[in-house]
């Protein structure tokens, strides 16, 4: 196995890479808009979705990896310049973002560079991250705004300029995972939050509290 696998393997022509991580449960439209804005702000040709085992800054996922990827999977199906990598699925345990760069940038051509798709809600709790100055040097911030932050509250809570990298409005509204959960739960239409087929592994596999189709 590759010591970082990536599907589909980047293009030769790639020289600067996004990097999203998270735990995607379940991943949802927001996490694919949001992800090609920052890109196309930051310049950023390609785009690699690292799915998480276990974040250290959250519960554990209540629905496995191997759902939770194949989710992601149906997300991204017809974007042509995303990929994914198991690399933190494969390795288990804790899934520190530090490493996973570290690696990353192992694993890639020197000119290839790194930048790190993140909102800016965990934008305020960065300094929580292990080795949080080395995850900047490793890769960039591209910081998404979600509501109700913006560049002047970021700013006045003491976010300096040299983590904000690049600040990318938000593309439309920002669902979550916690959100799309809830309302799958009560039943509700989350038709507009997810994709249909992502909505249709959902309910075959009867996860979040979802009934069979």
């Known amino acids: 196995m590759s010591p970082f696998p990536i599907d589909p393997p980047l293009p030769q022509d790639v020289h600067r890479l996004l990097v999203v991580g998270g735990t995607f ?18 310049g950023c040709d390609h785009v690699l979705y690292v799915p998480a085992r276990r974040s250290p800054l959250k519960d554990a996922p209540q629905t496995p990896a191997q759902n ?66 080395r995850v900047i040097d490793l890769a960039r911030p591209v910081v998404v705004l979600r509501p109700p932050d913006t560049l002047e509250s970021l700013r006045a809570a003491g976010v300096g300029q ?36 992502v909505l249709e592994y959902i309910r075959a596999h009867r996860l979040y509290g979802s009934s069979s189709p």
């Open 162 to 197: 040299s983590r904000l990298g690049w600040i990318v409005p938000t593309p439309t509204d920002p669902a979550s995972s916690t959100q799309v959960r809830g309302r799958i739960a009560r039943g509700e239409d989350v038709s507009g939050l997810v994709s249909p087929r």
């Open 68 to 133: 939770r990827l194949a989710m992601l999977r149906l997300a991204l199906e017809g974007e042509p310049h995303m990929s994914i990598s198991t690399f933190e699925i494969d390795r288990g345990g804790t899934s520190y973002t530090v490493d996973t760069l570290a690696a990353l940038r192992h694993a890639l051509p020197a000119h290839v560079e790194m930048r790190l798709f993140i909102g800016s809600d965990q934008l305020r709790s960065l300094d929580r991250w292990r080795e949080a100055t």
């Open 25 to 42: 449960d379940p991943p949802h439209r927001w996490h694919v808009r949001g992800a090609k804005a920052a890109a196309e702000a930051a």
